[in-house]
């Protein structure tokens, strides 16, 4: 339970606004969708495992889009792949992130000049939150891009309107 | 075995089909066929005791500017001897003998090589694109390759 057990010794009473805690609520229990497309996804699985452990900021890979709310684009992104990737993302549920982790998914990486076959950034086909900049980005970094979608969750309203 | 005993089996055996080679000085020796008769030569490097090539190490197409060839490495597992055959066909008219019917490994390796470079495997019982999205046009890895603008609504190009 963390924080909130210790605040409150006399009531049990919280008061606080809507945003608050379904903001709170979402950024604690981001299940994220395994996605690991290439290298990228050797240091997502190293973010996840003990040393640098994701699982502590709630962040649990599903194995079905339906599930869950954060897909982190790790690795290399051909044409092939784009269109299947773009029928997972409109099979998350809203609220839906994006965490594009690593420069193949950012902007083309390594293949930027040559790659015939490379779509240059995922965000040609799906809309990205978080770009994690590296080749590939250490895990703290990737844990980093993580926090900084927290905070754009935390900021988050429901009553304001949305782009997308 | 060395490679000039092979070559000069491979002459006996296939005399003026052998256009080429080189076995000196070279990490790979080489010996150049020509196109139409790859499939005779390979069932007897196959089935021959002498030479038993019953390992097809890899199959790759390359494109000299004009040309485009086929270069087959091979290796023996009985006799622990290596050998490189190459063929070259026309740019226009890339069809060259499918040796799947010998080493079943050179079902996939052709399939690559028509994949990336346009080559007709003849004889291929399952002849398609492996590495690239079937609705792909064109052929990447020849020199005179553009890369496209748009592929199904996605720009390509940085």
Known sequence: ?164 | MTAQEIHNILNDQFAGTILDAKLENVPDPFVKIAAEKILDVAVFVMNDERLQFDYLMCLSGVDYKGKLGVTYHLFSMTHKHKIVLKVEVPTETPNVPSVESVWKTANWHEREAFDLFGLNFEGHPDLRRILLPDDWEGHPLRKDYQTPEFYNGMKVPY
């Open chain 1, 1 to 164: 339970m963390g924080l909130l057990d210790q605040k409150f010794e006399n009531s049990n009473i919280v008061v606080t606004t809507m945003d608050n805690l379904l903001n709170w609520a979402r950024l604690s229990s981001l299940y994220q969708m395994q996605f690991g497309l290439a290298c990228c996804a050797i240091e997502m699985m190293a973010a996840s495992a003990s040393n640098f452990d994701m699982m502590r900021f709630g962040v649990i890979p599903r194995a079905t889009p339906r599930q869950c709310d954060v897909m982190i684009v790790s690795g290399t992104v051909t044409l092939k792949m784009a269109s299947r990737i773009k029928r997972l993302y409109d099979q998350m549920p809203e609220p839906r992130y994006v965490i594009s982790m690593g420069s193949c998914s950012n902007c083309g990486g390594p293949y930027w000049e040559h790659g015939y076959h490379v779509l240059k950034g995922v965000d040609r086909v799906i809309p990205v939150d978080v770009y994690v900049p590296g080749c590939p980005p250490r895990p703290e970094a990737l844990i980093e891009g993580l926090i900084k979608l927290q905070e754009k969750i935390r900021n988050e309203s429901s009553v304001q309107k949305k782009a997308v």
